[in-house]
Nanobody, 124 residues
Framework: VQLQASGGGLVQTGDSLRLSCVAS????????LAWFRQAPGQERKQFVA?????????NYADAVKGRFTISRDNAKSTVTLQMSSLKPEDTAAYYC?????????????????WGQGTQVTVSS
């Protein structure tokens, strides 16, 4: 099983960026999906957004609420993070993650599957 993230880059403050993550597991629709980020010097990955497998309910970190949108396309086994009004403090490596279960969780260790990071750098 693999998660392949893409879409990172160098942008300016206020710009938008779209991250995508393609998964290879066969029962993708039953996975809870999330994006985390880790800035340089941070010990732990920080929760950004998640989309639940039932009803596609979404959750966001306060720091990104209103600016980021997570969505999933089960037919394409893809989870997307649309980021707008980017700020320098959004600079980080962004990781997609997946887990099975019937609870919404926000801590990285609870996620079973991880993609490689994609770097987002926002210049001021």
């Amino acid at each position: 099983v693999q998660l392949q993230a893409s879409g990172g880059g160098l942008v300016q403050t206020g710009d938008s960026l779209r991250l995508s993550c393609v998964a290879s597991m066969g029962d993708f629709s039953r996975y809870n999906l999330a994006w985390f980020r880790q800035a340089p010097g941070q010990e732990r990955k920080q929760f950004v957004a998640s989309v639940f497998w039932i009803g596609e309910r979404t959750n966001y970190a306060d720091a990104v609420k209103g600016r980021f949108t997570i969505s999933r396309d089960n037919a394409k086994s893809t989870v997307t993070l649309q980021m707008s009004s980017l700020k320098p403090e959004d600079t980080a490596a962004y990781y997609c993650a997946a887990r099975q279960g019937n609870m919404v969780v926000f801590n990285a260790p609870s996620y079973e599957l991880w993609g490689q990071g994609t770097q987002v750098t926002v210049s001021s």
